[in-house]
């Protein structure tokens, strides 16, 4: 990609996506070609579930629901702001700690019913295929695009990679809204993440030194 379309826009599925996007971005940066603006971690797939098991909650549409997601894509990480839904959620106590474990844990859900047979599929490729279209609808001129995905970000000094809603627009990300307004139990979830998070990025990070070390060790001998 560096050589042949070093101005492509990269969107990674792949798991573990907490460390995906610090290697890849890595590795753009050992070729000089790191363009922060257009590299993605494809987390949809949460913002996706949100809406539609708080749709399913309060009655609506999911498609006329959005959930703004931040923090990662792996279990605890990733923190589904319902004290924003739009429309409103209203859930409370038990059935809101019910509603953040189910879009938490409905990967690791399918996951384990596939039983090393794969993880969900269909659910995966309506997601990519969104964000994909909010990336070129942006690219295409259209305004007020956002979307949450896993980037580089200076959101948080104690982590360099974040979830977060982004205004996407020409040439990639635009804007970085950050967290924007959490309620305290929100910021507690935020907080535990955290710490998650820097340790999922450093190992990404960690791989691709080492590979990118390697590399130029063989590239030396021969
Ligand atoms: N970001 C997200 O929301 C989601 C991410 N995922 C991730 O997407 C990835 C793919 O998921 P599935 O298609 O369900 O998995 P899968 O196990 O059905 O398919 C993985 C494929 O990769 C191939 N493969 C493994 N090692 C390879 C290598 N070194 N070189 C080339 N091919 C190799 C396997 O042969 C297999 O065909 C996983 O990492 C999964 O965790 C899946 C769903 C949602
Ligand atoms: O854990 C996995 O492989 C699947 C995944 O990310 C998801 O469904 O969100």
Do not use: W
Not at 114 to 137: P, Q, V
């Amino acid at each position: 990609m560096t050589k042949a379309a070093p101005d492509a826009y990269l969107i990674i599925i792949t798991n573990p996506l907490n460390s995906m996007i610090p290697l890849a971005c890595e590795v753009l940066k050992e070729a000089n070609k790191l363009n922060a603006r257009k590299v993605f971690g494809c987390s949809t797939l949460d913002s996706v579930r949100a809406a539609t098991f708080v749709g399913e909650a309060i009655c609506k549409d999911p498609k006329t629901v959005d959930v703004p997601i931040i923090g990662g894509h792996s279990g605890n990480t990733i923190i589904p702001l319902i004290s924003r839904s739009n429309p409103p959620a209203c859930l409370e106590g038990d059935d809101l700690q019910k509603m953040i474990k189910k879009i938490q844990e409905a990967g690791t859900e399918v996951v384990k019913a596939k039983a090393g047979k794969g993880s969900c599929t269909l659910a995966m490729a309506y997601a990519a295929s969104r964000l994909i279209f909010s990336i070129l609808r942006a690219a295409d001129g259209e305004k007020e695009i956002v979307e949450s995905a896993y980037v580089k970000s200076d959101v948080m000094p104690e982590v360099k990679y974040l979830a977060s809603p982004l205004l996407l627009g020409k040439c990639g990300i635009e804007k970085n809204f950050g967290l924007g307004k959490v309620d305290e139990c929100e910021k507690k979830m935020f907080c535990e993440a955290m710490e998650i998070l820097k340790k999922d990025i450093e190992m990404g990070e960690k791989f691709a030194k080492a590979k990118i070390c390697e590399a130029q060790k063989n590239s030396k001998k021969s």
